[in-house]
T-cell receptor, first 116, second 112 residues
Framework: EPEVTQTPSHQVTQMGQEVILRCVPI?????FYWYRQILGQKVEFLVS????????KSEIFDDQFSVERPDGSNFTLKIRSTKLEDSAMYFC??????????????FGAGTRLSVL | SQQGEEDPQALSIQEGENATMNCSYK?????LQWYRQNSGRGLVHLIL?????REKHSGRLRVTLDTSKKSSSLLITASRAADTASYFC????????????FGSGTRLLVRP
């Protein structure tokens, strides 16, 4: 069964460093998302991406964050200068197209980011 | 305001019993979904119910939706120890990006 894959599973970085989290969405999907979950808290929406551009972003997604789909398969989240409060589990998700059951989003297993 | 609040926050039951989790939301929706998360792992989609549906079944899962009360419930029948996980409802906020807005989740423990 097709699945969303994320790498790495765990990333440890020093405060102020740049990190890139990688995702390979399901191949025929058109809409891509990043969410994060701080330990013990809700899953929060960060950004949605469609047709090679951001379609919506949350207040969390400030200038330190960027997303890119550099080729036909990868979807990346970059954090330019990490802060301690960026420590969280980051989930990538994808779905086929709009409407009804096609709004089911399929999630990757997540990347645990630890900022020291 | 919070969207997608579940109750109870935690639920502990014996294997074989039924588990019921509730979710309330505040804005209009296109659909509501339930996801499961095993400890420290990814989110697994369980079931989607559209705003014009009232009830849906999938195996041991039964979901209801009351749009007048802006609430949903997830019933897991004949629970198993393997059902131990956190369960989240997620609404799509009714907008065009279909981003999901998650509740705070219910931690279910099924005792063998």
């Amino acid at each position: 069964e097709p699945e969303v894959t994320q790498t790495p599973s765990h990333q440890v970085t020093q405060m102020g460093q740049e990190v890139i989290l990688r995702c390979v969405p399901i191949s025929n999907h058109l809409y891509f998302y990043w969410y994060r979950q701080i330990l013990g808290q809700k899953v929060e929406f960060l950004v949605s991406f469609y047709n090679n551009e951001i379609s919506e972003k949350s207040e969390i997604f400030d200038d330190q964050f960027s997303v890119e789909r550099p080729d036909g398969s990868n979807f990346t989240l970059k954090i330019r200068s990490t802060k301690l409060e960026d420590s969280a589990m980051y989930f990538c998700a994808s779905r086929t197209s709009s409407g009804g059951p096609k709004n089911i989003q399929y999630f990757g297993a997540g990347t645990r980011l630890s900022v020291l | 305001s919070q969207q997608g609040e579940e109750d109870p926050q935690a639920l502990s039951i014996q294997e074989g019993e039924n588990a019921t989790m509730n979710c309330s939301y505040k804005t209009s929706i296109n659909n509501l979904q339930w996801y499961r998360q095993n400890s420290g792992r990814g989110l697994v989609h369980l079931i989607l119910i559209r705003s014009n549906e009232r009830e849906k079944h999938s195996g041991r899962l039964r979901v209801t939706l009351d749009t007048s009360k802006k609430s949903s419930s997830l019933l897991i029948t004949a629970s198993r120890a393997a059902d131990t996980a956190s369960y989240f409802c997620a609404t799509d906020g009714g907008d065009s990006s279909y981003k999901l807005i998650f509740g705070s989740g219910t931690r279910l423990l099924v005792r063998p």
